[in-house]
């Protein structure tokens, strides 16, 4: 069993800056756990950290119930895949993915057994006497996959492993990647700024900004219950929209008058106050009464499966987009009514950003 449990886990790197401000995961074993979040918001340091190439200054990592805080890379029993892959040119395929066990004396039976054995889970055989750049980038990150494997490690940590392939070799290696450890049901911390990959991947997701998780939770929890208004913004795509309302009788009324019945489910929440009220694009539905939501059309961009529909609304003409279902004969310069269900309404603390 491979459970992995960050406690209280903190980073002050040498400068002084506090890239991390104490976070806690419990990942279960077998579980695909992804740390998603813009640029820079400490998903690479945090990672580092569980794999022993960046000290642990507050808190402390465990891994299957045995605290590795003071145990160097090579004897935390993980391994990890790196954005560049860092594959040595100069060997072959074989030799890459044998390097790590060669180093610690395996027998040489034992070794062709693994490598040959990943070799055929990753579809490599036939290229195991090439060298890394007679290979596609596809291939490449097979092999540092395959690198990763043979090792059996409880753990694997992956850092953006996908983003130096072309999209379309982005969504296939995804679900390649998403099957093998499904497969081998290794305990995995995957690292990515991209939501979609987060979302498709993984069991659970973390979800960071600025050094704090901000939320932890399945795609569809986090999707549908955004703890935070960063959260409800970083997932989805096209954002989540954000208009200003006050709580009035039981509804949102937006700055120009406009009233959205919330239906009891602005509980909490008191008479007068003004809340963040986010709708996602795919949540409004064309229609609603001549009182309801307008959107002066700016923009209508034609996806084939849908079309995003860009414009304003509300007296303070709020940017605002919206999709719709299918091809829709629309163009700029009209008016576009609109209709949102009570359960698609999210509302947040204007100051704290916070669920309401
Ligand atoms: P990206 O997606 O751009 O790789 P990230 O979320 O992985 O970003 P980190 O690389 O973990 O972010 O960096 C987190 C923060 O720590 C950043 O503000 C970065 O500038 C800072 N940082 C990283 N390494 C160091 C270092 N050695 N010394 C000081 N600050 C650092």
């Not at 494997?149 to 982005?170: C, G």
């Not at 099957?179 to 995957?190: A, D, N, V």
């Not at 991947?201 to 960063?230: C, S």
Request: glycine share 10%; proline share 5%.
């Amino acid at each position: 069993m491979a459970e992995v449990t960050l406690k209280s886990i903190e980073k002050t790197y040498p400068n002084g800056f506090k890239a991390i401000h104490g976070i806690d995961i419990d990942i279960d074993d077998g579980e695909f756990i992804a740390l998603v979040g813009p640029s820079g918001c400490g998903k690479s340091t945090l990672l580092r950290m569980v794999a022993g190439l960046e000290s642990i200054t507050g808190g402390a990592v465990s891994i299957s119930g045995r605290e590795v805080n003071g145990l160097e890379p090579a004897d935390r029993d993980i391994a990890m895949v790196f954005q560049n892959y860092a594959l040595y040119p100069h060997m072959t395929v074989f030799n890459n993915m044998a390097y790590g066990l060669k180093n610690r004396r395996m027998a040489k039976d034992e070794i062709d057994s693994r490598v040959r054995k990943a070799a055929d889970i990753l579809e490599l055989a036939p290229l195991l006497e090439r060298r890394p750049q007679q290979l596609s980038g596809g291939q490449r990150q097979r092999v540092a996959m395959g690198r990763a494997i043979v090792r059996e490690p409880s753990v694997f940590l992956f850092d953006e492993p996908l983003s130096n392939l072309d999209a379309k070799l982005r969504v296939q290696m995804r679900v390649e990647v998403k099957k093998l450890q499904r497969q081998l049901g290794t305990t995995s911390l995957y690292v990515t700024h991209d939501q979609v990959e987060a979302m498709t991947m993984a069991d659970r997701l973390v979800v960071m900004n600025a050094g704090v998780a901000e939320q932890i939770g399945t795609p569809i929890e986090v999707y549908d219950r955004p703890a935070t208004k960063f959260v409800a913004a970083f997932i989805g795509s096209p954002s989540m929209n954000f208009m200003e309302a006050r709580i009035e009788g039981g509804e949102a009324v937006l700055d120009d008058g406009v009233k959205l019945p919330l239906n009891g489910s602005a509980q909490g929440v008191s008479e007068g106050q003004t809340v963040s009220l986010g709708i996602r694009p795919e949540h409004f539905e064309p229609g609603g009464d001549a009182h309801g939501l307008e959107l002066k059309i700016d923009l209508v961009e034609h996806l084939g499966a849908d079309t995003l529909v860009h414009g304003h609304t509300g007296g303070k003409n709020a940017l605002t987009t919206v999709r719709l279902s299918g091809h829709q004969h629309l163009a700029p310069g009209e008016t576009l009514h609109l209709a949102a269900a009570p359960e698609n309404l999210h509302l947040f603390d204007p100051e704290s950003g916070k669920r309401l």
